[in-house]
């Protein structure tokens, strides 16, 4: 109210508005000229490097070769052909998949224990979001600083619950270090899901619950028929945005494996930033990201499409 | 007496056992590896092997704050990621609140417009990275703070217009169109009463998109180096702990997460709409 008054006021004060050339102008293409800025740096810093790339991808860009010459599909058989390059895309999907799923269920249950208010839910909503802002690097660094030898304390502490000799080495055995990637992954992001399906799970009326109560219906049977079609939305959403993130895996892997041993723990980011930034074979990166993008576009239409779909907003 | 059946089953109070177990299990989760942090940060170096660990240090020690912040650069990664952050903070929210006012409003460019800025956010950052680097080092914005500025920028205003693009979208639209009515020009409608009606939004906005810069690693380790770096680089030297640099990673790691972990608490009412680029509303 005060804005318009305050605005009116500024009118009746002044001489009728007379707007310059170049006011009428800005103010007829109004609604492109906000747009323009942001607009345009997305089309100078992803567009305009995408199709860059997409050259790039079919020519030779090597710091090991010289020349520029046109190469074809070259690149993309190379990274085709690489047995890393497709064990790295199967370890992106395994990891993802898995850490994904995981962090559903349990995002899922906390989520349930938090629906009602308590006495200290503020308190406990406050730290079990924290994990959300701190850099994957860290959380990396976190994990390392406990599961590493000889330094970490959890080797000593299931020694002492299982009462025999545990001596694992979380970062450097197979399957050991999957299981350490993982549980740095759903260390971060179980309260992403927690959160969204906190927030999906209170939308729910609880008139529902009270009418099922009346009917006799137990909680077993009232989860499955009011709480799980209610928040189907809600789980598609927060499973599309997690899966979307998680198949971009780099950070706590640089940190806590480097890709190894060897190139076991290579997911497709991290493969392709080692073809292009300590082999130097920039263009055949730049073919792989190429794939990488269309096979996380069909992600994306399948997942998205199901979304648009089902979202009632 | 003892023979009737209740009519009615009185109201159970009983305490739910397996819901604290989980919640709590799930607390110790969350909070065991920030405690394990802030311990070794404090923690002598003589501490770091025995057996059985050191679980409170008796004697605690700044030394390794200190070698974090100055041996190993980690005070100039501070600065250099305070810099870069507010900066593409600044830019994301500025024009991530133009563009969504105008989608808002004006419905420009259909679906499309804001569905295409939607779909840079899920774009997977290597497959823009290596041209990315391959532009910087052709212009000279390699290892600059300007070059990681525009690329920040670039990289959360996805989440900004989204953002926004809900909160207007939610926001009656007759203040402003009284103010039109009144002869102010679209700008001054915009300016002078959508933005301060929108002003707890457009807060929120920056504040996740500053701790998605604060937090992130792989454009910075790629398209920076000696100058340029942020804090989330400066890790890299501790990889492999040929030295033994528990403490100081630990130390840099408290440093690091205090300002994004504060901001965010403090913005957690609009959480659920920066997670889901206001798809939900909290």
Known sequence: ?313 | MAAVAPVRRPKRRSIPVGRILLLGFFLAFVLWPLYWMFNTSIKPSDDYLTVPPVWFPTAPTLVHYEAALFAYRGLDGLINSLIISLSATVLSALFGTLMAYSLARYNTGGQHLSFWVLSQRFLPPIGIVLPVFLIYRGVGLYDTHIGLIIAYTVFTLPVSVWMMFAYFRGMPKSMEEAALVDGCTRWEAFWRVAVPLAAPGIVAAAVFAFIACWTEFFFALILTSRTAFTLPTVFRAFIGFQGAQYGEAAALAIVSLVPSIALGVLAQRHLVRGLTLGAVRG
Do not use: C
């Not at chain 1, 759903?186 to 009418?211: K, R, S």
């Open chain 1, 1 to 313: 109210m005060q804005h318009t008054a305050t605005i009116s006021r500024l009118k009746a004060a002044g001489a009728p508005p007379r707007l310059s050339g170049f006011a009428q102008w800005a103010d007829r293409h109004f609604k492109w000229l906000l747009v323009a800025p942001a607009v345009l740096l997305i089309l100078a810093l992803s567009v305009y490097p995408l199709l860059f790339s997409l050259v790039v991808s079919f020519i030779n860009y090597d710091f090991q070769v010289p020349g520029h010459a046109f190469v074809g599909l070259k690149n993309f058989e190379r990274v085709v052909f690489d047995p890393v390059a497709r064990w790295s895309l199967l370890l992106t999907a395994w990891l993802s998949g898995i850490s994904v799923a995981i962090e559903f269920v349990l995002g899922l249950l906390v989520a349930l224990t938090m629906v009602r208010s308590f006495p200290g839910r503020g308190v406990i909503m406050s730290i079990l979001i924290v994990p959300l802002f701190i850099s994957p690097v860290i959380v990396g660094q976190a994990w390392t600083l406990l599961l590493q030898r000889p330094f970490g304390p959890t080797n000593y502490i299931l020694t002492q619950l299982l009462g025999q000799e545990v001596t694992i080495g979380w970062m450097t055995e197979s399957p050991w270090l999957y299981v350490s990637l993982i549980i740095a992954d759903v260390w971060q992001w179980t309260p992403f899901m927690f959160v969204i399906l906190l927030a999906g799970l209170t939308a729910i009326p609880p008139n529902l619950y009270e009418a099922a109560e009346l009917d006799g219906v137990n909680a077993w049977q009232a989860f499955w028929a009011i709480t799980l079609p209610h928040l189907a939305p809600m789980m598609l959403l927060a499973l599309t945005f997690r899966l979307l993130d998680a198949i971009r895996m780099f950070d706590t892997i640089f940190i806590m494996t480097g890709g190894g041993p060897g190139t076991r723990t290579y997911t497709a980011s991290y493969y392709l930033y080692t073809v292009g930034f300590t082999q130097f074979h920039l263009s055949q990166a730049t073919a792989g990201s190429w794939l990488f993008l269309i096979f996380t576009a069909l992600v994306v239409m399948l997942l998205v499409r199901r979304l648009l779909k089902t979202e009632p907003v």
